[in-house]
């Protein structure tokens, strides 16, 4: 079974500030993990992806994730948030079941950036 | 951009009613995902397919059902829509390995069940 909780509902920031959207996973097995971006009326967009490899991932428009097994947390951040990173933000969680990887989807954090 | 296209975009329809979606890709991709959704739940899958004529449920799978006879075209049918059904119903593909591959998104149908 597999799970995955992102901490946070909404998360506002102004625009030069920092970024951390948090999420925390469960597993039964070494999962891949996966952030994707949502823009207002438009589809997913994968930001980044980890796959067993370096635990620090650098994704698309200055975002970082860092995998950290012992906390079970993959959180997103990005040091200096622009007006155009204002989406919902999906954390996701991906291992083997029945011969299959069937993803898992967070309930989604709402980033509001300030002028 | 991934060739993935919904349709329709947009439908409005009454309770009680069929309804069918169809997701067409063009990547050759095996793994085709039907999900919805809802604020608060973010996304949640309905049902996916691992190849021509295999499917299986997803978490939200009751009153749903999906056909996939071709590589490119994935079908959701609501066979008599309800109210809770309003939604907006994403379709996702992913890549021929059918690990833990990334996962690329259709624009999406908005459908309102009156």
């Known amino acids: 079974a597999q799970s995955v909780t992102q901490l946070d509902s909404h998360v506002s920031v102004s625009e030069g500030t920092p970024v951390l959207l948090r999420c925390n996973y469960s597993?039964?097995?070494?999962?891949?993990l996966f952030w994707y971006v949502q823009h207002p009326n438009k589809g997913l967009q994968l930001l980044l992806k980890?796959?067993?490899?370096?635990?620090l991932v650098k994704g698309i428009n200055g975002f970082e994730a860092e995998f950290k097994k012992s906390e079970t947390s993959f959180h997103l951040t990005k040091p200096s948030a622009h007006m155009s990173d204002a989406a919902e933000y999906f954390c996701v969680v991906s291992a083997p079941s029945g011969g299959s990887y069937i993803p898992t989807f967070g309930r989604g954090t709402s980033l509001i950036v300030h002028p | 951009d991934a060739g993935i296209t919904q349709s329709p975009r947009h439908k409005v329809t009454e309770t009680g009613t069929p309804v069918t979606l169809r997701c067409h890709q063009t990547?050759?991709?095996?793994?085709m995902y039907w999900y919805r959704q809802d604020p608060g739940h973010g996304l949640r899958l309905i049902h996916y397919s691992y190849g021509v004529k295999d499917t299986d449920k997803g978490e939200v799978s009751d009153g749903y059902s999906v056909s996939r006879s071709k590589t490119e075209d994935f079908l959701l049918t609501l066979e008599s829509a309800t109210s809770s059904q309003t939604s907006v119903y994403f379709c996702?593909?992913?890549?021929?390995?059918?690990?833990?591959?990334?996962?690329?998104f259709g624009p999406g149908t908005r459908l309102t069940v009156l």
């Open positions: 990547e050759n991709h095996r793994y």
């Open positions: 980890y796959t067993s490899a370096a635990t």
């Open positions: 597993s039964s097995y070494s999962p891949s």
């Open positions: 996702a593909i992913s890549e021929e390995a059918g690990g833990p591959d990334t996962q690329y």
